[in-house]
């Protein structure tokens, strides 16, 4: 199991979990870290420890050197532990990494969170392009909607080696949410949100760097400077290009707070005070129907429209005033804002983990009988 970033890290926990149940499968845990610096607050949410730490990251390198250098990294790993399955998650380099790793030496690739498409290769930039490679890569693809099978039909992919699991994002959350919140590093933040609208901003993607990141935090400064009744809390991504931006714009703005990034369970209780979140994140689109908090997504199209069909969100990102529009839109139209809380989670539910799981056992069992068989 290879993982590397803060949502790999967060999806991939649950599904160990559930795999410690399969007596006969053994698993190895990999991190690449390649968010060195977001990821020790993640580790716990594995109950297993780390197997191979690596280290990745080094400053300023080229998207190829850290894919070149990733798989160099994993490769004598694979050839250490040679597993009968790599599972990576997403569209991460790390995971583009893994599967290229696993392909390479001839080991079957399975891929969770399978068939999302913007159908836009600079939209996002890398990730689309990483995870239609790592389509025609793997040998289990966990889809997690019906939508996502479609599209990995019609991309040519075999319907038999496709599974629809749901996104194991929901069983962590569901997890997490189980755990009393014994940590008070935001009490300070909710006694100053007392009595207003909280909005909670997280942004953070490559493609929107420059022009468009400025201004959406201007507009969002703008709003909660005309509105009296609101406040907003942006837990600052730490990457030197948002956090320079962040802090330049929104810094000391009243009714605005800056905070360092969350560990998963602090940010659900921040989410569950939301008004309203903003955000461009991938994970936070698939987590917000769980939460029945209405989500404005920062970029210009989607590869999970299932939450802006289910109702829980809207694109924010598709024409330059469209977000200042519908921040308007949200305080004038309250009732979207209530709308969404009895929502399902089109992304899957809490047995989304334990759905890949049985796939995995059942690939590797169906291997063990396909060698017998050889014999
Ligand atoms: N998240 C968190 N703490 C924070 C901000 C986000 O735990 O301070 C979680 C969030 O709930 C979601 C995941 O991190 O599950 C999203 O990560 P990110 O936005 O970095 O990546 P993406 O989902 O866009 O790939």
Sequence with gaps: MIAGTRPELIKVAPVVRQLARYEEIRVSIVSTAQQADLLPAFLDLLDSEVDYRLSVMSAGQSLNALLSGTIAALDPV???????LIVVQGDTTT???????????????????AGLRTGDTENPFPEETNRRLISHMASLHCAPTRRNRAELVREGIAPQDIVVTGNPVVSSLQNAMRIPHVSGSLDGVFGQLRGLKPIILTTHRRESFGVTLDRN????????????????????????AVKETVERILSDTERVTLIEPLDYASF?????????IVSDSGGIQEEVASLGK???????????????DAGVARLAGEWPGQLEALLDDCEELN?????????????GDERSASRIAQAFADFLLGQVESGRAAL
């Design 335 to 347: 009732n979207w804002i209530a709308s969404v809380k009895p929502i399902p989670n089109p992304f």
């Design 78 to 84: 694979i050839a250490e532990v040679l597993p009968d």
């Design 217 to 240: 935090l201007r507009t969002l400064r703008a709003f909660v400077a005309k509105h009296p009744d609101t406040a907003l809390v942006v837990p600052v991504h730490p990457n030197p």
């Design 95 to 113: 995971a583009l990494a893994g599967a290229l790793a696993a392909r390479m030496r001839g080991i079957p690739l399975a891929h969770i969170e």
């Design 268 to 276: 659900l209780q921040l989410i569950q005070q939301a008004w309203l």
């Design 294 to 308: 209405p989500l404005l997504v920062l970029r210009s199209v989607t590869e999970r429209p299932e939450a802006i």
